[in-house]
């Protein structure tokens, strides 16, 4: 069993930065982790993933504001988020899966608990 665990998160104003952080208590070598989204009523979104080879994607709705980075152990990723608006408020949830390519359906990997993050206009 792999535990996902999320940190950060917390309000900013409109314009304002916020960084999360993730780890994986994984000892594969290969993964791929991403951050997703989720509003209450609306459909979760994917907003970036990044793969052992630190291989990245992101959301069109977050590219040029937001980065996904490797931290400083294996299996620890940052979510880097610059000028936030209040349509990034949502809870945002860290996901890991023991594989080198980024897989299309995440139901079934390792989920974290979500962190909130409220951005206020």
């Known amino acids: 069993q792999v535990k996902v665990t999320e940190h950060g998160g917390g309000s900013v104003q409109s314009g304002g930065s916020l960084r999360l952080s993730c780890v994986a208590s994984?000892?594969?070598?290969?993964?791929?982790m991403a951050w997703f989204r989720q509003v209450p009523g609306k459909e979760r979104e994917k907003v970036a993933s990044?793969?052992?080879?630190?291989?990245?994607t992101y959301a069109s709705s977050v590219k040029g504001r937001f980065t996904i980075s490797q931290g400083n152990f294996e299996r620890m990723i940052y979510l880097q988020m610059n000028n936030l608006t209040p349509e990034d408020t949502a809870t945002y949830y860290c996901?890991?899966?023991?594989?080198?390519?980024?897989?299309?359906?995440?139901?079934?990997?390792?989920w974290g608990q979500g962190v909130q993050v409220a951005v206020s206009s």
């Open positions: 990044i793969n052992s080879d630190a291989m990245t």
């Open positions: 994984a000892t594969y070598r290969w993964y791929c």
């Open positions: 996901v890991y899966s023991g594989t080198y390519y980024c897989p299309q359906r995440w139901d079934d990997k390792y």
